[in-house]
């Protein structure tokens, strides 16, 4: 399979995580929720990670793993908080502004010059966000323009997968300097097998019935694991022979995967404006990733 191939599997399996865990985990508190998606996909891993040889690992390196681990939970966190309280449709599309956010910290902080291709992206970005909430423009007679942004803070999902997002724009920048020290054949199974070790110190060791929550709904967890893992797999080889801005910005389009699953299991309303939005999103997500690499 070829790079494109392998995002486009690696977005369909995260999205299709997404749908198993609101279809038959609703009810599971969000630190459940995480152990489960994390802790599965790190016992699946577990012997991809120890089939291939290990490299030196320096400080430097678990130093960089240290500062990641508490982030990804955190996020994972809102996230699962997110997709549960929430649509799917008003909720994953919001994951395209981690590169947006990415560009204007740099910006902000570094004092990094936004090119006509990157201020494009945030444009169709922001513009596909204000598409998602369109029904909240029509106030009767009137058409409010700023009423779409004022249902995303009124919408806790989204609100929610806003501030995942922006986590993500840490991580995402964090993690590339980690993987810089080894390779991303290893770093993919390594990471999440880590990211299943801290969130079972997290959250099941503080209370048993973190525990008794793994043993409810077995092929629920095991379909949700399996997901997160060939997720996991098909991101790190696929990084392997692409430029890691190009694969992130096809990966987006498991937003558009989300949204069918959220018509097809949900009934979630506006499936045409939703997918308007999301192609919007991701085509956004494109611009600023070839600005990132320009």
Not at 32 to 46: I, N, Q
Not at 121 to 138: D, K, P, S
Not at 172 to 197: C, D, N, R, W
Request: aromatic share 12%.
């Amino acid at each position: 399979m070829n790079w494109l191939e392998l995002t486009l599997l690696s977005a369909f399996t995260l999205a299709t995580a997404d749908a198993l865990s609101k279809r038959y985990l609703a009810y599971y508190r969000p630190g459940d929720l995480v152990l489960v998606r994390f802790g599965v996909a790190a016992v699946l891993l577990l012997p991809v990670l120890l089939w291939q040889p290990w490299p030196a690992l320096s400080p430097v390196f678990w130093g960089w793993i240290v500062v990641l681990m508490p982030l990804e939970i955190v996020a994972m966190w809102l996230y699962m908080r997110a997709i549960r309280e929430s649509p799917l449709s008003l909720t994953l599309p919001y994951l395209a502004f981690t590169p947006v956010f990415n560009i204007l910290t740099g910006y902000l902080f570094l004092g990094e010059q936004v090119s006509r291709a990157g201020t494009a992206g945030i444009v169709l970005v922001v513009c596909g966000a204000w598409l998602l909430n369109l029904h909240a423009a029509r106030d009767g007679g009137r058409l409010d323009v700023l009423a779409p942004f004022k249902a995303i803070v009124r919408e806790r999902g989204s609100r929610l997968m806003l501030i995942t997002a922006a986590i993500y724009s840490l991580t995402s920048v964090i993690s590339k300097v980690a993987l810089l020290h080894v390779t991303p054949a290893f770093f993919g199974p390594f990471y999440f097998v880590a990211l299943g070790l801290c969130t079972a110190l997290v959250f099941a060791s503080r209370d048993i019935s973190s525990w008794k929550a793994l043993g409810r709904h077995p092929w629920a967890h095991l379909g949700i694991g399996a997901c997160m893992a060939m997720m996991v797999v098909t991101h790190f080889y696929a990084i392997a022979h692409i430029e890691v801005a190009y694969m992130v910005a096809v990966k987006r389009t498991s937003m558009l995967f989300g949204i069918l699953y959220g018509a097809w299991l949900f009934r979630e309303q506006g499936l045409t404006r939703n997918l308007a939005a999301g192609m919007l999103m991701v085509a956004g997500v494109y611009l600023v990733a070839a600005a990132g690499e320009a």
